[in-house]
T-cell receptor, first 115, second 107 residues
């Protein structure tokens, strides 16, 4: 069973540009969550999508957005990149939300460097 | 005060030692996750707990819901256990993370 796949693995962008990252969940998983990890802030929750709908959103500016397609693949977009957006972006997939939680499986991440 | 506090921040052990990492949280949870992150960034989910205790090989995780506290134990530690261990409080997929514990196991 293939794991969570994130593309690209590494990316270098210039300030002011925009970027789109992709996450393909484990087959059968319908929930995809995105996280940002920086040395200063650690891991922070960006947003979660389930069945093409955003269920939860973390405390990030509107420059960070995402979407989910009918096949559960998800993309996140960051517009007008800032130096502080340099980070490891991780996605995790799970079967879906539930009262007791469901196990999340993480991708390898996309390391974004903004210069 | 952070919603999820881990201790210690850094831990160095000799191979074979018993390791304990602690996690306290102040938010409501549907589950508590323990994650392992190796250099390079990949994260592996070790445990998802909602009550009691789970064991997988040399790893044991416990949770006390009343006290809002969880521990991760590693028995007979090995250099390959060297990694950052992160606990995450999960409220229906809205996760809040601890800062992580950097574990180094020396041969």
């Amino acid at each position: 069973k293939a794991g969570v796949t994130q593309t690209p693995r590494y990316l270098i962008k210039t300030r002011g540009q925009q970027v789109t990252l992709s996450c393909s969940p484990i087959s059968g998983h319908r929930s995809v969550s995105w996280y940002q990890q920086t040395p200063g802030q650690g891991l922070q929750f960006l947003f979660e999508y389930f069945s093409e709908t955003q269920r939860n959103k973390g405390n990030f500016p509107g420059r960070f957005s995402g979407r989910q397609f009918s096949n559960s693949r998800s993309e996140m977009n960051v517009s007008t990149l800032e130096l502080g957006d340099s980070a490891l972006y991780l996605c995790a997939s799970s079967l879906g939300p539930g009262e007791m939680g469901t196990e999340a499986f993480f991708g390898q991440g996309t390391r974004l460097t903004v210069v | 005060k952070n919603e999820v506090e881990q201790s210690p921040q850094n831990l160095t052990a000799q191979e074979g030692e018993f390791i304990t990492i602690n996690c306290s949280y102040s938010v409501g949870i549907s589950a508590l996750h323990w994650l392992q992150q190796h250099p390079g960034g990949g994260i592996v989910s070790l445990f998802m707990l909602s009550s009691g205790k789970k064991k997988h090989g040399r790893l044991i995780a416990t949770i006390n819901i009343q006290e809002k506290h969880s521990s991760l134990h590693i028995t007979a530690s090995h250099p390959r256990d060297s990694a950052v261990y992160i606990c995450a409080a999960d409220n229906n997929n809205d996760m809040r993370f601890g800062a992580g514990t950097r574990l180094t196991v020396k041969p």
